[in-house]
């Protein structure tokens, strides 16, 4: 963990931590505002599950007792000028191989207020808060196109490990297929040990701490079945081949909220046209469902994804503190 300067702990009056007795609302307020331009579906969707939370008194006696076990944005810090927020950082915990992750995310500053240092300053009180909770590492994420949050988090010790594109589809059963003969079928446990490596590559252990791969709803096997029966969990799978041979893997997983996850395993140099194929097969096939979702490696496929009438939702930068670099709050 980067050392945090003695500077840090003389914080300004302004600063305090987040009282999710009260301040919700205007949290989520604030962060509407800062992002208004770039918010989707599922950030309305989080700031209405916010505003809901802060009404709901037995959720909030919950809350204010696992702040720091749940992830869950229930821990930050907030700056308050005449009464209002006017600043936010928020904490989630997160626990991976027993040991403690923090994500710092909602780093935001009224616009007006915005050239003041704030930002930072919410930014190293997150990362001393996360270095005295003796977590092992502290992520953030930040949008591609917001380069001067990400020259602001480099200079605070961030180093970019990753970058990710989500990409979004309407399913449409009267939807025309691109007239190739690429054969597609139902996925065999043959093909398992080929998609298995292939998802590996493109979903990598470094980020399963946040999105780990659902092995067990993805795997060929009477077990695995089992526990998609027990847990009501519906996934499909399909393979292009070429020349006989597997070439492409698509599995469709469910969600409770018809905004489902698409999972992509292609070599690294896979076909391009086999994997748009699998894509309009999904979308025609999955025509009651509401939204496709895949999370693909950014600037990766790109143009065999369009191709397949997939839209990019935002390319995020995943940022680590490095060790190596002190941060000076002066």
Known sequence: MAAITS??????????????????????DLVEKCFADTIDSDGRRYLQQMRRAGQDNAFMRWAANAVESVSMPLSGYVWEENGEIIGNVSLIPYRHKKKKIYLIA??????????????????????HHAEEHHAIATWLHVRADNPGAIALYASLGFKELARRTLWQAKPDRNLALDGSRIQIAARTAR??????????????????????????????G????????????????????????LSA??????????????????PAQGSQQNLTALLLFARRNLPWRK??????????????????GFQSIRTLLWMKLQDENPVNHT
């Open 191 to 220: 093909d398992w040990a080929l998609q298995a490596a292939w998802l590996e590559r493109l979903y990598p252990e470094l980020m399963t701490w946040y999105q780990p791969l659902p092995w067990r709803s993805l795997r060929p």
């Open 291 to 308: 939204t496709l979702l895949l999370d693909y490696p950014a600037g990766e496929s790109s143009t065999a994804i369009e191709a397949a």
């Open 249 to 266: 893997v698509l599995s469709w997983q469910a969600m409770a909220d018809n905004n489902d996850r698409l999972w992509v395993a292609i």
């Open 222 to 245: 009477l077990g695995p079945f089992l526990y998609r029966l027990i847990m009501d969990y519906e996934v499909r799978h399909w393979v292009a081949r070429a020349d006989g041979s």
């Open 106 to 127: 909602n780093v935001a500053v009224r616009p007006d207020c915005r050239r003041r240092g704030i930002g930072r300053i919410l930014t190293a009180t997150a990362m």
């Open 7 to 28: 500077s840090i702990l003389a914080q300004p009056p302004q600063l305090r931590p987040l009282n999710i007795l009260r301040d919700l609302p205007g949290v989520a």
